[in-house]
């Protein structure tokens, strides 16, 4: 079998570590996709669950830490004792579930075979819908380029809430925002990173080309920092009378790189030309 999903939960004064997949046995117990991990053991989680789990994570929703996991069944949580479902249910497949803070508190978001939605305490409220067919969301993530923190949905789309995105989206806290340039195929994770240059948006999957870099499956969105105002010094008169100025300045804009790949920046020159006084 395949592992598809992990999660640490905080259990009391320790941690339990959680398994799910496509597998049927864990240390040669049954555990039926889904098993937990203690430091020395696997076990069985609640009898678990009776199909495929593609994602888990732990979350408080105000009732204390409980690990939410989902699949094919849809989506459950586990308590420590036993099963209970999760407000209305979602949908289709629960492929990705993250807890993000974008400044009101922690919030699960859960992607799925078709869309994805939040978790507001009592029910899944549907943040957006990415067309008919073969339309997932895998990833998601929250990531800072300066504005503060801002909600990302990626997958294999080409449209989410309406609005035409190549497998990567933006949630600007009322509608979707592709991300340019594009992804070519699909995306299946999402991770920040600070490599020393600053936080990046990673992105992991099937793609070949980001933008007009080749990539080998990796890729990372930033956006540069601001540059500085320019210093402007004062006219130089030329040898034919007149005066010439010429500023210099980095004009960055947010780009798609492969993920060995390093930051750019377009350097304009602006000569201004001054006739002399009489």
């Avoid at 699960?108 to 029910?123: F, V």
């Avoid at 990539?215 to 030329?238: E, F, G, L, R, T």
């Avoid at 034919?240 to 920046?265: C, E, W, Y």
């Amino acid at each position: 079998g395949t592992v598809m999903a992990l999660a640490a939960v905080h259990e009391g004064p320790a941690y339990g570590l959680y398994t799910g997949g496509n597998f049927r046995r864990a240390g040669g117990l049954p555990v039926n996709y889904l098993a937990r991990w203690d430091g020395t053991a696997w076990s069985a989680v609640g009898g678990s669950l009776g199909s495929w789990v593609f994602a888990l994570t732990s979350f408080d929703d105000g009732t204390g830490t409980q690990l939410y996991v989902g699949g094919y069944v849809g989506m459950f949580r586990w308590n420590g004792t036993s099963w209970s479902g999760v407000g209305n249910g979602l949908p289709d497949t629960v492929l990705s579930l993250e807890v993000v803070d974008l400044g009101s508190g922690p919030t699960l978001y859960a992607g799925w075979d078709g869309g994805i939605s939040r978790w507001d305490g009592d029910q899944w409220i549907t943040m957006g819908l990415t067309g008919q067919g073969y339309s997932r969301v895998y990833g998601i993530a929250s990531f800072d380029t300066g504005g503060g923190p801002a909600l990302y949905a990626a997958g294999h789309f080409y449209e989410i809430g309406g609005v035409y995105a190549w497998h990567i989206a933006k949630w600007n806290g009322s509608a979707w925002l592709p991300l340019a340039p594009y992804i070519d195929i699909a995306v299946y994770d999402l991770a920040v990173f600070d490599d020393g240059n600053g936080p990046s948006l990673y992105l992991g999957g099937e793609i070949y080309r980001a933008g007009d870099s080749i990539s080998s499956n990796m890729a990372k969105w930033y956006v540069p920092p601001k540059c500085s105002n320019p210093v402007i010094p004062d006219p130089i008169p030329d040898p034919d009378g007149n005066k010439t100025r010429s500023l210099s300045f980095k004009v960055s804009l947010p780009v798609t790189t492969a993920a060995s790949g390093s930051q750019t920046a377009i350097k304009i020159t602006m000569t201004e030309l001054q006739r002399p006084v009489p």
